[in-house]
């Protein structure tokens, strides 16, 4: 009782100032999570792809999903299947900016998944595998939209290596999350707590992304 007392104060410990240092660098620069290329719209292919790859990193919100599902497929049988369904409904989302289709709330409805992400993660939510790819699907498609934001007006051979860039980075990020919450959750007393922790700090992000994004709308 007193390990677990102990990992539960490290985790608050490490959230605590992870979450404070997040709030503060979005409100320094909130525009920065969203324009990898400083807002200009790629004119090439490689500059397409290239900020395709440097989005879902740039934009913490979008990063924290994308970990939460690769977290999440480490626990479920098939679990690659969420973050693929992720890249296929954020591609519907950049392709549905692009074409001037209007999807209300993107933003916080994006901040919004992350925080659920997290809390599901914290409070061990018996969902399974087909229960998440729902939730990332669904996710996804605002995620998308937001990522659109980038390519709008681009050609149609920039637009695609934008999704592609994204599709390639978002696998990755999630394949690795996947192999590193294996590695750090091998049965012992403390697995649980550390997933309740990486949960918890996820909700908290996206508790400070749900704030920018009310205050931005």
Request: aromatic share 6%.
């Amino acid at each position: 009782m007193r390990m677990k007392s102990m990992s539960h104060e490290l985790m608050h410990a490490i959230a605590a100032p992870i979450c404070m240092l997040t709030w503060a660098t979005l409100l320094a620069d909130p525009a920065t999570a969203h324009h990898p290329t400083g807002g200009m719209t790629p004119q090439t292919l490689w500059h397409g792809l290239l900020s395709g790859l440097g989005h879902p990193i740039i934009g913490l919100d979008h990063f924290a999903f994308i970990v939460a599902t690769g977290i999440a497929a480490a626990f479920l049988p098939g679990g690659m299947t969420i973050p693929i369904g992720f890249i296929g409904a954020s591609a519907v989302g950049v392709l549905a900016h692009v074409a001037k289709i209007d999807v209300p709330m993107a933003e916080i409805v994006v901040a919004g998944s992350v925080m659920v992400a997290g809390l599901a993660l914290a409070l061990r939510v018996p969902l399974r595998a087909l229960g998440w790819t729902a939730l990332a699907v669904v996710a996804g498609v605002f995620h998308g939209y937001a990522f659109g934001e980038t390519v709008v007006g681009a050609e149609s051979g920039v637009i695609a290596a934008y999704v592609a860039g994204i599709a390639i980075v978002a696998i990755a990020v999630a394949a690795i999350v996947k192999v590193a919450t294996l590695a750090l959750t091998a049965p012992t007393p403390e697995a649980s707590i550390r997933l309740r922790g990486a949960g918890a700090v996820l909700s908290c992000l996206g508790v400070v992304f749900l704030t920018m994004a009310l205050r931005a709308g």
